[in-house]
């Protein structure tokens, strides 16, 4: 039986496919909305924003659905003419949450309907009692891992899932987490899409946005360089672990190589500095090391400088040499090394890092 | 690499019918080729069926012949990003070298280059003597390495892929690689579109990497009180549950002194029957013994995992964009053709036979050293420095192996 869905519901859910067909119902011209009669909804668009750039989950406010509604798409359209990753990660990130704790509230049967509407996903109710345990929906493989591969707890890895026969057993709470996740990767993804490239928020929209830009400005965090140089206190077990097989000439493994590379090059060691790294590696060929190490830092060929890769990856590839208190916080190896950099003294501007900086 | 090689692929290929080259969605599919001697890969190919794949592999003669696991809109485009990806098959790759199996005392040897040490087996992580880590080898391989690659097939496909993962044995194929393993195909449009992540999972979940038992239901209620999964629950969490089973029932004292301390491995012990019984009651008990804790419980867990989890290439499996072996095309390290094994027969194959594409004739070489050497039902070596008449199909083996010279 299916339930029907009120506009509260596609106020709290605006990934529903009725939420988008609400809002083509009404066809509405996103120049039009900064009109003086839409100004209710503007300003809603423009807290949602706000909200997510000062990381504040605020309930749907049930009170008017109709404008919060059409506040979500609105929004949406200055994150993406905003063309900032930072501020559609942030953006996509609370709006995830919000949606997680909306679906925390309901009943069984009612995440079932939502997670079915709001993607193709074919859940199933299958109540499977284990010990001590209940796991009341099955979802399939890949659906599964297609959502799912963005966490990076522990519970969620599939090995530490219920899995049989092609599908993934879960509980309400995993469900939730699971839609909220989807819903995420969902506003990512539309933002890379070749049609959102060319993508411009009409002029009449334009003052808005550039208070969205200066507010998004103010609080970024931190600046996202590293200092000009490694420091070698900061650096994460793994890359040290690299480093010294890389001394006692072992011929790495294509991961191992890349890992080392693009960490040094991101944290701003020259060409040079790397090639010498690789100099007594057994089957070193200087040559063809800078050509790679070169393309790596963004030098040569697609011009993009390679990030490392993130924890998971290098534990999956057996890089991972076991964890120190600093990497129970970190994701990344180059978040390790920022974190590790504040504690080792001052904020790792550029001068004092190369000071600080050892042999290798 | 030697013309008579090259000759010997040539007639070899120039005798398949077109139907041999065949490969499933072949316009979809990127081909590749390494020539004799070549060290750089003739990529972006693209054929529209398998009679002009045949045509270009007779006239060039290519040691190696690939094809993607993935499938594109566009691929001959020498832009990856261009390619347009549509999807790919989920690959295993089982490969003998990474097996640790006793026959290579036999015939695998490495050695130091930086101090010159030598040692027989599989080859330390950094040298004994200076502790460097420059390792050279040189491997072969036998009809016991096949034989221990061919169970982690079965062990992939029985134990993974079929129950836990769902795939029917109508939507994978297994191929033997020419030379060292075994590929699994995986054609099920369940794995068609994931992303490497999703794929890095899937290869993970094989391995073992990450394996946490407290999230498949053990947990310490109160102090000595364990609860645990059930034998029969499906995924991991049945599957450590009857790992540990079995562990605690075959262990002697010593096995279980080695994952446990000497106290709880006695305790253990003398009563395993009532250890056993409680595991096996409903609902399942897993506490009882005096200083056995949920630690203990970790630590027996990943004793007795140990044969369960599959020794894969792993970077084949997280790659959705691999090039692979195409079937019925011949290794140019061994000469051997890569085969289809029909799975419901994967017992009897012998890859060392079967896979074996000259089956007449005889070649005169030197070989310089060989281990003992079976290809067919020929057997040869151990041997060194010495020039003989054998079978075509062993003697272009030792050749492309470069362990042999025509004379």
């Given amino acids: 039986m299916s339930l029907m869905l009120t506009k509260e519901d596609l106020a709290k859910y605006p990934f529903l496919k009725q939420s988008a067909a609400y809002i083509e119902s009404m066809q509405l011209n996103l120049g039009d909305l900064a009109a003086e009669e839409y100004s209710g909804i503007l300003s809603k668009a423009l807290m949602r924003i706000r909200d997510s750039i000062d990381r504040k989950i605020r309930p749907v406010d049930l009170s008017d659905p109709e404008s919060e509604i059409i506040s979500y798409p609105l929004s949406l359209a200055l994150v993406y003419g905003s063309k900032s990753n930072w501020l559609l990660n942030r953006f996509a990130s609370i709006e995830a949450k919000r949606v997680e704790e909306e679906l925390r509230k309901e009943p069984g049967d009612r995440i079932l309907e939502i997670a079915k509407f709001g993607f193709s996903w074919e859940i199933e109710r299958v109540d499977l009692k284990l010990e001590y345990e209940e796991l009341p929906f ?16 522990a519970h969620w890895k599939l090995i530490n899932r219920y899995v049989k026969g092609g599908s993934v057993f879960l509980n309400s709470g995993s469900l939730a987490r699971l839609i909220s996740e989807g819903f995420k990767s969902k506003i990512i993804r539309r933002a890379s899409e070749r049609e959102m490239h060319n993508f411009r928020i009409p ?36 890359i040290v672990a690299i480093m010294e097989d890389v001394k006692a000439g072992k011929s790495l493994s294509h991961m191992a190589r890349f890992a080392l590379t693009t960490f040094m090059v991101n944290v701003g060691e020259s060409v040079d500095e790397v090639l010498k790294l690789f100099g007594n590696v057994a089957d070193f060929d ?21 990030k490392p890769p993130k924890c998971d990856v290098l534990r999956s590839f057996g890089l991972c040499v076991g964890m120190d208190q600093f990497c129970k916080k970190a994701k990344h190896p180059l978040n390790y090394y920022r974190t590790k950099l504040k504690i080792l003294g001052g904020s790792g501007g550029q001068t004092g890092a190369r000071d600080r900086k050892k042999g290798v | 690499m030697h013309e008579i090689v090259r000759k010997e692929f040539s007639k070899y290929y120039s005798g398949l019918g077109a139907e041999d080259f065949q490969v499933p969605d072949m316009p979809h599919r990127e081909f590749a080729f390494l020539q004799f001697g070549g060290e750089v890969m003739i990529r972006h190919m693209k054929f529209l069926d398998p009679a002009s794949l045949k045509e270009y592999i007779v006239e060039n003669t290519p040691a190696h012949i690939y094809h993607s696991s993935a499938y594109y809109e566009t691929p001959e485009a020498t832009d990856m990003n261009e390619k347009g990806w549509l999807g790919a098959d989920l690959v295993f790759d089982v490969d003998s070298d990474h097996i640790r199996t006793e026959c290579k005392e036999r015939h695998d040897r490495w050695r130091c ?43 992939i496909i029985d134990e993974y892929l079929v129950p836990d993962f769902g795939v029917s044995y109508s939507d994978f194929e297994v191929y033997f690689s020419g030379h060292r393993g075994y590929h699994i195909h995986v054609r099920s449009q369940t794995f068609r579109m994931l992303s490497g992540d999703g794929r890095r999972e899937i290869a993970d979940y094989v391995r073992g990497i990450g394996l946490d038992i407290k999230l498949h239901g053990f947990r310490e209620v109160k102090n000595e009180l364990l609860v645990g999964p059930d034998m029969k629950d499906g995924g991991w969490r049945g599957r450590v549950a009857r790992a540990i089973y079995e562990f605690v029932n075959r262990a002697s004292l010593e096995d279980l002194k080695k994952a446990v301390s000497p106290a709880v491995a006695k305790s253990l012990f003398e009563n395993k029957d009532k250890f056993l019984k409680n595991i096996e009651s409903d609902p399942p008990y897993w506490g009882g013994l005096k200083g056995y804790t949920l630690e203990s419980i970790e630590k027996i867990a990943s004793a007795s995992i140990k044969d369960l989890i599959c020794n894969i290439d792993e970077r084949v499996t997280i790659d959705s964009k691999r090039l692979i072996r195409c079937p019925n095309s011949l290794h140019g390290k061994s000469g051997l053709r890569t085969l289809r094994v029909d799975y419901s027969s994967i017992d009897d194959f012998d890859p060392l036979k079967e896979a074996v594409a000259f089956r007449h004739g005889s070649i005169r070489i030197y070989v310089k050293e060989a281990p003992r050497v079976r290809i067919g039902d020929e057997e040869l070596g151990p041997l060194k420095d010495k020039t003989l008449e054998v079978p075509l199909a062993l003697g272009l083996y030792l050749i492309c192996r470069g362990a042999a010279e025509p004379r």
């Fill in chain 1, 138 to 153: 099955s979802i399939p493989l890949q659906s599964y891992l297609e959502a799912a591969t963005n966490f990076n707890d």
């Fill in chain 1, 203 to 238: 002029d009449t929209l334009a003052p808005h946005m550039d208070e969205i830009l200066r507010y998004a400005q103010e609080n970024m965090q931190f600046d996202e360089e590293l200092p000009q140089g490694l420091v070698s206190d900061a650096r994460p077990p793994c």
């Fill in chain 1, 286 to 306: 200087e040559g063809k090391a800078r050509y790679q190490i070169e393309h790596i830092a963004g030098m040569i060929g697609s011009r993009t400088k390679y």
């Fill in chain 2, 113 to 155: 280059t930086e101090c010159g040490m030598e040692g027989a087996g599989f080859p330390p992580e950094s040298c004994p003597r200076c502790g460097m880590k420059k390792i050279d080898t040189r491997t072969w391989i036998c009809e016991d390495c096949l034989e221990a690659a061919k169970k982690e097939v079965i062990k």
